[in-house]
Structure formats: C-alpha cells, structure tokens
Nanobody, 127 residues
Framework: QVQLVESGGGLVQAGGSLRLSCAAS?????????MGWFRQAPGKEREFVAA????????LYEGSVKGRFTISTDNAKNTVSLQMNSLKTEDTAVYYC???????????????????WGQGTQVTVSS
C-alpha cells in the first residue's frame, strides 16, 4: 500500500503545457510498484493515460497522448510526474495518480488493477 498526494492541476490554453506531480509515501518498497495516471471527464468512465515501472525502464501510453505526454519517476524524491505538452480541449478531465503491485513484469492499464489512488486534480484546457 502507498499513499498518494497529487498537485499541479490548473487551467491552461490549448497548445500549452502542464506538469502534474504525485508524491508517494508508505511502509513499502516502491520498487515493487508500477505507477499510472488516469483521467475522468464529466459523464465518462475513468480512462487510462500512462503507466511506468518505478525504475522508469518501462512505460506505456494511451494512443491519443503518446508523443505529447511523458510519465517519469524520481526515485530520490518518491514522486511520479506527468508532463503534458500540446494540450487539447479533449484533455480536460480530473487526473488521478495510481499505484499497482507489479504482476508478471507487465504494466497494468485497467483501473481495477490499481489499489492505491490519489485524490485527483482538475485539468482544464481552454480553446
């Protein structure tokens, strides 16, 4: 189990950038976890955005954000970040940081596979 605290959400114009951060804490070995970012827009289901192994060696992106978003970890600070560039109005959503115990050496992308969640942070992209 890990506790996750998010920050960095806000209002930006289309084409702009935003960086989300998630601080992790808990009595565990973070190297056993994969971390992910999900988002949920009004009236829609929670959607996978990106995932990363704690070591940073493996990453996975949803197709519409690949090339625009970058997920990363900072092992020294126990944080995971999501750098979002070239933002579109379609990216508007509440963004959630999540943690999952690694299974079979693959990155999870389904919400039900993640047992730890942050509180969510609002990202609004205006035209």
């Amino acid at each position: 189990q890990v506790q996750l605290v998010e920050s960095g959400g806000g209002l930006v114009q289309a084409g702009g950038s935003l960086r989300l951060s998630c601080a992790a804490s808990g009595r565990t070995f973070f190297s056993l976890y994969n971390m992910g970012w999900f988002r949920q827009a009004p009236g829609k289901e929670r959607e996978f955005v990106a995932a990363i192994s704690w070591s940073g060696t493996n990453t996975l992106y949803e197709g519409s954000v690949k090339g625009r978003f970058t997920i990363s970890t900072d092992n020294a600070k126990n944080t995971v970040s999501l750098q979002m560039n070239s933002l579109k109005t379609e990216d508007t959503a509440v963004y959630y940081c999540a943690g999952a115990r690694d299974r079979f050496g693959i990155l999870q992308s389904t919400p039900k596979d993640f047992g730890s969640w942050g509180q969510g942070t609002q990202v609004t992209v205006s035209s």
